[in-house]
């Protein structure tokens, strides 16, 4: 079973760094293909970056390319979404979440796991 838990959100400001975790309490997801998604209010979830089960492969979109990292601990059984260069347009509820497959995808109804979500507020 896989339980996966969100925390790092805080409120910050524009410019400065933060550091999101997603730990599976299952310790299940470990060649699960993980991602972290946003949802702004008023907005759709969307997709922000993705790892592969292997850890080989990312993917990011273009709105945070070259902003943010993604990662994975395989001792720790944790995700990292590291956000450097945040603006208010990052502000949003950050969720992560597992598909049972190795190979990333940005399709969100792809992925079979969702965290409760934790949120990133950035003030200009």
């Known amino acids: 079973q896989v339980t996966l838990v969100e925390s790092g959100g805080e409120l910050v400001q524009a410019g400065d760094s933060l550091r999101l975790s997603c730990t599976d309490a299952?310790?299940?997801?470990?060649?699960?293909?993980v991602a972290w998604f946003r949802q702004a209010p008023g907005k759709e979830r969307e997709f922000v970056a993705a790892?592969?089960?292997?850890?080989?492969?990312?993917d990011y979109a273009d709105s945070v390319k070259g902003r943010f990292t993604i990662s994975r601990n395989y001792a720790e059984n944790t995700v990292l979404l590291q956000m450097n260069g945040l603006i208010a347009e990052d502000t949003a509820v950050y969720y992560c979440?597992?598909?049972?497959?190795?190979?990333?995808?940005?399709?969100?109804?792809?992925?079979?796991?969702w965290g409760q979500g934790t949120q990133v507020t950035v003030s200009s």
């Open positions: 790892i592969s089960g292997s850890g080989s492969m990312v």
């Open positions: 979440a597992a598909r049972r497959h190795w190979y990333n995808s940005r399709t969100l109804r792809e992925y079979d796991y």
């Open positions: 299952g310790r299940s997801f470990s060649v699960y293909a």
